[in-house]
T-cell receptor, first 111, second 112 residues
Framework: LAKTTQPISMDSYEGQEVNITCSHNNIATNDYITWYQQFPSQGPRFIIQ???TKVTNEVASLFIPADRKSSTLSLPRVSLSDTAVYYC????????????FGSGTRLLVRP | DADVTQTPRNRITKTGKRIMLECSQTKGHDRMYWYRQDPGLGLRLIYYSFDVKDINKGEISDGYSVSRQAQAKFSLSLESAIPNQTALYFCATSDFDEDTQYFGPGTRLTVL
């Protein structure tokens, strides 16, 4: 399973767009990129998943360049409630599937 | 997610005691997982089960055992708890044709 690298922490202000980049240089052909969000003392929650180019849902956008060696989670107009840890995961989803969580990126949104 | 419940939510025990953490789900998913999270770190996989007859060790299975009593129930046991097993434990589920995992609220375990 490909290892991921993310910034340890990021600060932002309410209303700003936040972009969190994840590096996954050894991503395999069959690997997907998935992002989870975790609030303190809660289980992680799925945000978005993609394979290439751009994916958008009601919560976020995920940008994946052609070489797929990195990806960027974009949170538009963050609010205080977006303060959380964000995890980038890479893996293929066959019978050996399992998630490997790194330390994630701690996002602090200030008023 | 209310569809995945864990009991107890908090537990304090002593070294050497046997502890069981329980997970139940109403999502109808085949796959279930147990993770532990230490302060400031990501989650690490302990065990996972793809159906009732399938149990697999994860990254850190030593000192733990599991039981898949039914499709909806997956229990984690610490046969003889030790202080470095103090952590937040999460259960998760996923469907066989869906990649997303759904996590329970967690159990905070303290071993004195």
């Amino acid at each position: 399973l490909a290892k991921t690298t993310q910034p340890i922490s990021m600060d932002s202000y309410e209303g700003q767009e936040v972009n969190i980049t994840c590096s996954h240089n050894n991503i395999a052909t069959n690997d997907y990129i998935t992002w989870y969000q975790q609030f303190p003392s809660q289980g992680p929650r799925f945000i978005i998943q993609g394979y290439k180019t751009k994916v958008t849902n009601e919560v976020a956008s995920l940008f994946i360049p052609a070489d797929r060696k990195s990806s960027t989670l974009s949170l538009p107009r963050v609010s205080l409630s977006d303060t959380a840890v964000y995890y980038c995961l890479v893996g293929d989803w066959d019978s050996s599937y399992k998630l490997i969580f790194g330390s994630g990126t701690r996002l602090l949104v200030r008023p | 997610d209310a569809d995945v419940t864990q009991t107890p939510r908090n537990r304090i025990t002593k070294t050497g005691k046997r502890i069981m953490l329980e997970c139940s789900q109403t999502k109808g998913h085949d796959r279930m997982y147990w993770y532990r999270q230490d302060p400031g770190l990501g989650l690490r996989l302990i065990y996972y089960s793809f159906d009732v007859k399938d149990i697999n060790k994860g990254e850190i299975s030593d000192g733990y055992s599991v039981s898949r009593q039914a499709q909806a129930k997956f229990s984690l046991s610490l046969e003889s708890a030790i202080p470095n097993q103090t952590a937040l434990y999460f259960c998760a589920t996923s469907d066989f044709d869906e990649d997303t995992q759904y996590f329970g609220p967690g159990t905070r375990l303290t071993v004195l």
